[in-house]
T-cell receptor, first 112, second 117 residues
Framework: QQQVKQSPQSLIVQKGGISIINCAYENTAFDYFPWYQQFPGKGPALLIAIRPDVSEKKEGRFTISFNKSAKQFSLHIMDSQPGDSATYFCAASTQAGTALIFGKGTTLSVSS | DAGVIQSPRHEVTEMGQEVTLRCKPISGHDYLFWYRQTMMRGLELLIY????????DSGMPEDRFSAKMPNASFSTLKIQPSEPRDSAVYFCASSSITGSWNTGELFFGEGSRLTVL
């Protein structure tokens, strides 16, 4: 079922720095690519999502970059803050709102 | 709306016992998903329903696992008999793809942490 590969597994960034997490997918039928954020003891929550008809989407400090030909997408967190410390999951599905296949997650620690 | 509600939040049981996890999706949502989270395997899709009908159960690890959705507001995931390797956090999520307000978001509950001794 592992159709979405995520790296790195863990990441330590200084406050104010840029956090970058990468994902690659295999199934060309995927049409929706979200990122979810999870805090300890909580369920994952949608952070930002993109569809393959655009190459970039930005929401505040969070940006998704999408490369359809390479079948890769990434999450950039600008001006990383200690409150961003969490586990981040990339995911993909063939239709928004239907079953998501998740990457294995990246644990981000932002040091102050 | 209170969001997706799961119970119990924590369950500790002995190997061989039956475990039943419960989920109440967000009202009006027509998709319901069961995921399992472990350190080794991450978030795995076990099964999902559309309008109370199971669509894909290929992620259910063994016949020991079963899931039902008797109505639009309730679903169960049952493990019988349970084994130590079933220890994980089980998440239920719901979504809707109808309506102009659809963002494609899956709304997750807070999970049920299962420990099988």
């Amino acid at each position: 079922q592992q159709q979405v590969k995520q790296s790195p597994q863990s990441l330590i960034v200084q406050k104010g720095g840029i956090s970058i997490i990468n994902c690659a997918y295999e199934n060309t039928a995927f049409d929706y690519f979200p990122w979810y954020q999870q805090f300890p003891g909580k369920g994952p929550a949608l952070l930002i999502a993109i569809r393959p008809d655009v190459s970039e989407k930005k929401e505040g400090r969070f940006t998704i970059s999408f490369n359809k030909s390479a079948k890769q997408f990434s999450l950039h967190i600008m001006d990383s803050q200690p409150g961003d410390s969490a586990t981040y999951f990339c995911a993909a599905s063939t239709q928004a709102g239907t079953a998501l296949i998740f990457g294995k997650g990246t644990t981000l620690s932002v040091s102050s | 709306d209170a969001g997706v509600i799961q119970s119990p939040r924590h369950e500790v049981t002995e190997m061989g016992q039956e475990v039943t996890l419960r989920c109440k999706p967000i009202s009006g949502h027509d998709y319901l998903f069961w995921y399992r989270q472990t350190m080794m395997r991450g978030l795995e899709l076990l099964i999902y329903f559309n309008n109370n009908v199971p669509i894909d159960d290929s992620g259910m690890p063994e016949d020991r696992f079963s899931a039902k959705m008797p109505n639009a507001s309730f679903s169960t995931l049952k493990i019988q008999p349970s084994e130590p390797r079933d220890s994980a956090v089980y998440f239920c999520a719901s979504s809707s793809i109808t309506g102009s307000w659809n963002t494609g978001e899956l709304f997750f509950g807070e999970g049920s942490r299962l420990t099988v001794l």
